[in-house]
């Protein structure tokens, strides 16, 4: 496969960063390793978080099951999760999402999801993150993803996903050597449609190793990569509005902002949820870094 970069962009000047997080070295470790190699590589760090606290200026936690954040019930997926503050925290410099069975506001496990909209969002660019995923148990749904920032009734081409939806990285659990990434686009549900493609690790990998998932997003293409190689490229899209069709860059021409989180069940893997021997699993993020 061949490896794509930002600097493709005509005219643009390749910086450095100044920010400085060294991620420990393993034998599956993937090769890019700070933010001044991969700055100098690509283009200029803008944001950044190396996970040192959970800082409340960069991400903000949704909570409960949808209702309280302006989504329809179950986050309008049929989850089975109760988004918690508690249940996304720090420890040695990663940040964990931690997926908990418990009873709590009327559902049967919890877990957290926390975003940058309101704080954060940006439009074109490269963003990476190093995650390693649960693989202990079937009905989780850990994803790295992006939605245009602000509440659904403020997106500018309508509720979703008129407006657009970008899916970095998704897992099924129950299959630890694949992830998805599609995006999300068209018109408003039911009418809307989706480009995506899964990427399959080798037989000695899976998604309980550290991996970057990245995304390159430009006015008239969107590429997806995995430990910095290309698999899946998106050059065409449109969304309708009053029964207009507007063609690209449109949605994907706005700001968006990011998402970390792990759900339980819902309808991407056709509501299985984890066996009854699961008390727990977690979700870890090393880093998270945008590039212009």
Request: charged content about 25%; glycine content about 8%.
């Amino acid at each position: 496969m061949k490896r794509y970069k930002l600097s493709l962009l005509t005219g643009l000047i390749l910086l450095s960063a100044c920010a400085n997080k060294t991620p420990e070295t393993t034998g599956t470790e993937p090769p890019v390793t700070n933010p001044e190699e991969a700055a100098s590589e690509y283009l200029s760090l803008i944001w950044s978080d190396e996970f040192s606290e959970l800082d409340n200026s960069k991400w903000r936690a949704m909570l409960g099951t949808g209702p309280e954040e302006g989504y329809p019930d179950y986050w309008g997926n049929n989850e089975c999760q109760y988004y918690r503050a508690e249940n996304a925290f720090v420890r040695d410099g990663n940040l964990v999402i931690k997926i908990n069975k418990e009873d709590f506001g009327g559902m049967n496990y919890t877990s957290a999801r926390i975003t940058t909209s309101g704080l954060y969002s940006f439009t074109y660019g490269k963003v990476e993150a190093k995650i390693k995923l649960p693989d202990n148990a079937d009905g989780i749904w850990p994803a790295f993803w992006m939605l245009p920032d602000g509440a659904p009734d403020e997106w500018a081409y309508g509720t979703w996903a008129a407006s657009g939806e970008i899916d970095i990285m998704e897992n099924r659990s129950r299959f630890p050597r694949e992830i998805s990434s599609a995006a999300h686009y068209g018109a408003i549900w039911p009418d809307n449609v989706y480009s995506g493609e899964s990427y399959n690790f080798p037989d000695s990998e899976s998604v309980a190793d550290w991996h970057i998932y990245g995304l390159e997003w430009f006015p008239d293409k969107i590429i997806w990569t995995v430990d910095g190689e290309e698999f899946f490229r998106l050059e065409s899209w449109y969304t309708t509005q009053k029964n207009e069709i507007l063609e690209q860059p449109k949605p994907f021409d706005q700001p968006f902002c990011l998402i970390l989180n792990a759900a339980v069940g819902g309808n991407f893997d056709g509501g299985r949820t984890p066996g009854s021997d699961f008390t727990e699993a977690e979700m870890l993020v090393d880093w998270v870094r945008v590039y212009q």
